[in-house]
């Protein structure tokens, strides 16, 4: 029976402080009562926190974004992210460019000019595709997970406390207007006591009544004191926490530097294999048969962009696709052998074949029959066929 007296008793307590707040809250917004101001220095302090909050969340929506393109699969990791779950790991689309290239490349045949391309364009984009998750792993941990700290975590007893602030203010707003209510009224009947009344019960009454007053003005400068109090306490508790911003951002700087870094990191691979990517694409020949005889395409010359510096340029022609070269042409109509000098690397698919090796120089001859892609080579005892695009006949 205690418990509930207490529990109907601190209820009713709850309920009028909410009430004294509300009504003190509607009568400032309609001016008709006062309200005390935060100090300069505290009001910077929440602007700047509120500031900081709104840019670091569309910081971290925004990197996200960049870091996963894919709406979907961002929903996905979050949901995965509350269930405490670990999202299934699924192929980024560099990664599924590559394999698509590389299955496409083994299909045309890896003996192939362009199947071997492909395969090697392939294996280039997976490599792109894993430094890619590296980088998504790497900022997620070193920049996306302490800006979330913060918003989640700093932010969030910032708020509260500066809800908090709040109430304590309008408590002590609404114990200024009733201890000047108070004194209003004492002087009032203050007024009419001191005139001339009839009877003695008049009297008595009006004196009652000031006593009552003044008892009730002495409570409502007791419970200003006591607000008071409670809200210069509030308010250094709010201004320690919003002085601590400074180190947040302190903080978020160590991150953004970590978060570059990571990017520096992934360009530079990226670079580094789309470098190493061309120099295999240009040990093919720049002129190679076209096996329908196709009309030819004319080489545009690219350029590779400076991605990690200055001295870090690179200049490098596209495949092209032309006409059959005239000495390989005359190789196919001539009966004899010609010298010739291999381009790059070529693994034999079979024991038909003749397994080659970049800048030998092999003889060559050409077999009635035989497909117009391929000719016969021969080094010392060893003998087989070998893809023409791979040579560069010699005079």
Same mark, same amino acid.
């Given at each position: ?123 280039? @984009?997976?490599? *792109?595709?894993?430094?890619?998750? +590296?980088? &998504? ?6 920049? =996306?997970?302490? #800006? ?85 306490? @509030?308010?250094? *508790?709010?201004?320690?926490?919003? +002085?601590? &911003? ?6 978020? =700087?160590?991150? #953004? ?139």
């Amino acid at each position: 029976m205690n418990i509930m007296d207490f529990n109907v008793k601190k209820l009713a307590a709850d309920a009028g402080t909410f009430l004294s707040r509300a009504v003190q809250f509607t009568e400032e917004k309609l001016g008709q009562a006062e309200k005390t101001e935060l100090d300069a220095h505290l009001e910077n302090l929440l602007s700047k926190a509120e500031c900081t909050k709104i840019w670091t969340e569309k910081i971290m929506k925004q990197t996200e974004v960049l870091l996963q393109p894919n709406p979907n699969a961002r929903i996905e990791e979050f949901v995965y992210e509350k269930l405490d779950r670990k999202a299934p790991s699924r192929l980024n689309n560099p990664e599924l460019l590559g394999q698509y290239m590389i299955d496409a490349g083994t299909e045309f045949g890896p003996g192939t000019a362009y199947g071997n391309a492909l395969i090697k364009c392939g294996e280039t @984009q997976k490599r *792109i595709g894993t430094a890619d998750r +590296e980088l &998504i792993q790497t900022s997620a941990l070193n920049f =996306l997970t302490p #800006l979330r700290n913060f918003i989640e975590g700093d932010y969030k007893t910032i708020a509260k406390e500066r809800k908090l602030l709040q109430n304590k203010r309008l408590d002590l707003d609404a114990a200024k207007t009733r201890l000047k209510k108070a004194k209003a009224a004492e002087t009032r009947n203050s007024q009419l006591n001191s005139a001339r009344l009839e009877g003695d019960n008049i009297m008595v009454n009006f004196s009652y009544m000031l006593n009552f007053l003044h008892v009730k003005w002495l409570k409502s400068e007791q419970e200003l004191r006591i607000t008071q109090s409670e809200f210069d306490r @509030q308010a250094e *508790i709010t201004r320690l926490l919003l +002085e601590g &911003i400074s180190s947040t951002h302190a903080h978020h =700087l160590r991150c #953004l530097n970590d978060f570059v870094e990571a990017q520096m990191t992934y360009y530079a691979q990226c670079y580094q294999y789309m470098l190493d990517l061309q120099k295999q694409l240009g040990s093919f020949p720049s002129n190679y048969l076209c096996n329908n005889n196709q009309t030819s395409v004319t080489p545009t010359p690219s350029v590779l962009p400076n991605v990690i510096g200055s001295s870090a340029m690179a200049v490098t022609s596209g495949l092209v696709i032309t006409s059959p070269p005239s000495n390989l042409s005359d190789v196919k109509e001539y009966s004899g052998s010609r010298k010739a000098r291999v381009l790059y690397d070529y693994d034999a698919a079979n024991s038909t074949e003749l397994s080659l090796l970049a800048d030998e120089v092999i003889t060559v001859f050409s077999v009635v029959g035989m497909d117009s892609d391929w000719l016969m080579g021969e080094r010392g005892n060893q003998k087989g066929k070998v893809p023409i695009t791979y040579l560069e006949l010699l005079n």
